[in-house]
């Protein structure tokens, strides 16, 4: 499904674990099939709080790495939109960081001076 999957963190936490696995697969049809096989995710949830689940997304293209994280609180795994919400958004914030990465890179190329 995805280049990579992870779960850090789960020790303890089954029933969290269950929550993130179950979201791995909406998130997949949140993201469009071609992107898949360059994906990576990382579920990770950590003991000092256990009621939230951090979702990391990074993309590796040729032109560059985006990267996007949200916590998200294990109560609103429950309502299936909302948690769509929340995927779209870490994906947003991943192609949103691969962008202006990019856009840095093309203003430096475009402010170069140019020879005559």
């Given at each position: 499904?995805?280049?990579?999957?992870?779960?850090?963190?789960?020790?303890?936490?089954p029933e969290a674990r269950g929550l993130a696995e179950r979201a791995t697969?909406?998130?997949?049809?949140?993201?469009?099939?071609?992107?898949?096989?360059?994906?990576?995710?990382?579920?990770?949830?950590?003991?000092?709080?256990?009621?939230?689940?951090?979702?990391?997304?990074?993309?590796?293209?040729?032109?560059?790495?985006?990267?996007?994280?949200?916590?998200?609180?294990?109560?609103?795994?429950?309502?299936?939109?909302?948690?769509?919400?929340?995927?779209?958004?870490?994906?947003?914030?991943?192609?949103?960081?691969?962008?202006?990465?990019?856009?840095?890179?093309?203003?430096?190329?475009?402010?170069?001076?140019?020879?005559?």
């Amino acid at each position: 499904m995805f280049k990579s999957v992870e779960y850090a963190g789960f020790e303890g936490y089954p029933e969290a674990r269950g929550l993130a696995e179950r979201a791995t697969f909406l998130l997949a049809s949140e993201i469009s099939l071609s992107w898949h096989e360059q994906v990576e995710v990382l579920w990770e949830t950590y003991p000092d709080n256990p009621k939230v689940i951090e979702l990391t997304t990074a993309i590796q293209l040729p032109i560059g790495l985006g990267t996007g994280s949200c916590l998200i609180p294990v109560g609103e795994f429950a309502d299936e939109d909302l948690l769509r919400y929340r995927l779209r958004s870490v994906w947003d914030r991943t192609l949103g960081s691969l962008l202006d990465k990019r856009r840095r890179v093309w203003d430096e190329l475009l402010h170069q001076p140019a020879e005559v």
